[in-house]
């Protein structure tokens, strides 16, 4: 799921490039669900696929990870997830229930969605950038591109051109830069946010470092005013230092780390740790320390003496369930 802050960027150059259209009714078929075009088929099975939902208490939005039974149709089944509305009350619904998927479809350079349903359905009632982030996390996966979408319901365009953003819960002032993971209000999920942190803003032998000492210091201090998030770190912890060597990336942290409140706070802060460098090529192994000493275990039994590693490409967090069911 982390892949959609790497490339989301590159959506906008797209989206200029295209040809406009509408989205009109749905293509002619035999009733029932229609088959999917190549185009928006995972070019192996994918025995999971991640779902944005608004988040319950702020404008941002929530990643959560779905088990499925192993399948090539993964946009189509994320975007009945979608409309089927989040879990728990963690989450808020993108649109009213009841509304369907009758027709998904790629023409233009743009992801077509038919919706249909029995009730009227304004744009105002739906969020255009959980779907735009559900379609595009999945296709990353199949083949690291984006696209624009457009939205129809019961036959009529809801949207005139294509949409697309830039930037998944954009704190960057339109820069654009790197993820960094937070806790939502109920300390429940975790949400990315895109920071003004860059690579690119460094230069000379210690690049690589620097960059990854902002990324740290971000993600253990406060997230940005109005986010309505929260870190992960227990109140009170900070990171004291950070050393980087082949690949290796350790993290010091005062005694205070081993007052974490419980286990699921300390599984937040594992993964929120985790997830902040899945998309740093360089980083393969996390280490703790406590005032410079290392330690086997953190307060609540999770292992760390030997490292935590960090998974590039199949890391998921945000677990709905284990059940392969769709």
Known sequence: MNKLCKRLGLALALVMALTLSACGGDRPGQGGRPDV??????????????????????DTLTPLSYGINSSRDTIWIALEKLLAGPPDSFCRQALPQGVKLSDLYYADGVVNISLQGDSPLTLDDVDLDAFYA????????????????????????????PYSFDCLNDYSNGRGGSYVYYAD???????????????????????LFDYLAELVAAWSDAPPKGSGLYSALPEGVTAKAVAYANGALTIDFGAELLETGGSAQERLLVDSLLATFANVDEVNTLYITIDGQPVELLPHGTEVAAGLTVE??????????NLAVQ
């Open 37 to 58: 075009a190549p185009d928006l088929l995972s070019q192996e099975p994918q025995s999971s696929v991640t779902v944005y939902f608004p988040s319950a208490d702020s």
């Open 185 to 207: 209000g109920q300390a429940m999920y975790l949400v990315p946010l895109t920071l003004p942190i860059s690579r690119d803003d460094h230069s000379g032998d210690d690049a």
């Open 312 to 321: 590039h490409d199949d890391f998921s967090f945000n677990q709905v369930n």
């Open 134 to 161: 559900t379609v595009n996390d999945e296709l990353l996966e199949q083949d690291g591109t984006t696209a624009a979408i457009l939205l129809g319901y019961n036959g009529q365009a809801l949207l005139e051109e």
